[in-house]
């Protein structure tokens, strides 16, 4: 099982960045898959999540940090999930990790995840 996340970058504040976080090895449709991100010298930090409630439904959980600008979906064809970051902020600057929750729970918590994307970098410039 693999994640591979990418879209990471360099952005002036106030910009956008899509990232990406392509699955293979299984299909993920039915477990939760969250976003985390730890900048240097801080704990790894929890920021999206989605999980499936339903045959064609979903549903999401943010970090107070990040709701209302950034949007985490999937697409189930293509074994993805997205994280759209808008009205990025310095403070956003870290390392973006994707990860799986089999379960599926829709967890803030690091240990609840299986399996972790190597992480890309987002940074963001005053």
């Known amino acids: 099982v693999q994640l591979q996340a990418s879209g990471g970058g360099l952005v002036q504040a106030g910009g956008s960045l899509r990232l990406s976080c392509a699955a293979s090895g299984r299909t993920f449709s039915n477990c939760a898959m969250g976003w985390f991100r730890q900048a240097p010298g801080k704990e790894r930090e929890f920021v999206a999540a989605?999980?499936?409630?339903?045959?064609?439904?979903?549903?999401?959980y943010y970090a107070d940090s990040v709701k209302g600008r950034f949007t985490i979906s999937t697409d189930n064809a293509k074994n993805t999930a997205y994280l759209q970051m808008n009205s990025l902020k310095p403070e956003d600057t870290a390392v973006y990790y994707c990860a799986v929750d089999s379960s599926p729970s829709l967890s803030r918590r690091v240990t609840e995840y299986d399996y972790w994307g190597q992480g890309t970098q987002v940074t963001v410039s005053s």
């Open positions: 989605v999980a499936p409630v339903s045959w064609s439904g979903s549903m999401t």
